[in-house]
């Protein structure tokens, strides 16, 4: 049974996460011309992170650039940290997503997304089955 619900979960998770990153890769292809919200105009250092209660343990972690996904899997632990990603001049967002299984029902799951060295976005998740999400236009 507890197999059966973190599968689920996690799939759950991945078609969130790629969700989010296809708007945003479609949104980025759009003609408007309105430069507020348009690619980033340079490239940026970006560093995914996850951070979860004593006694939890880091699962799965879902991160990249636009559409490009990373899974990093079969992870342990209370936290986690992606390697260094450099975004390309014209990249639009920046995603996470992370599972974990809590200690118990007061559990709780942060991820973080780091651009040029300063924190940008969070999200977080509470309760035994943790699921955090989050994403970052440039």
């Not at 003609?31 to 939890?56: L, R, T």
């Not at 990603?85 to 973080?112: P, R």
Request: proline share 2%; hydrophobic share 40%; with cysteine.
């Amino acid at each position: 049974m507890k197999r059966m619900r973190m599968s689920q979960l996690l799939k759950g998770m991945f078609v969130v996460l790629l969700t989010t990153m296809f708007i945003g890769f479609a949104t980025s292809c759009s003609s408007d011309d309105d430069d507020d919200n348009g690619p980033a105009k340079s490239s940026h250092k970006v560093v995914f992170k996850a951070i979860a209660s004593s006694g939890s343990n880091i699962e799965v972690a879902v991160y990249g650039i636009d559409g490009n996904p990373t899974t990093a899997s079969s992870l342990s632990g209370t936290t986690w940290t992606s390697p260094e990603v450099t975004s390309e001049a014209g990249a639009y967002n920046a995603n996470v997503a992370v599972n974990a299984i809590g200690a118990d029902a007061s559990s709780t799951l942060k991820v973080q997304i780091w651009v040029d060295g300063e924190l940008k976005k969070e999200g977080t998740s509470s309760g035994q089955y943790l699921s955090a999400s989050a994403s970052y236009v440039f």
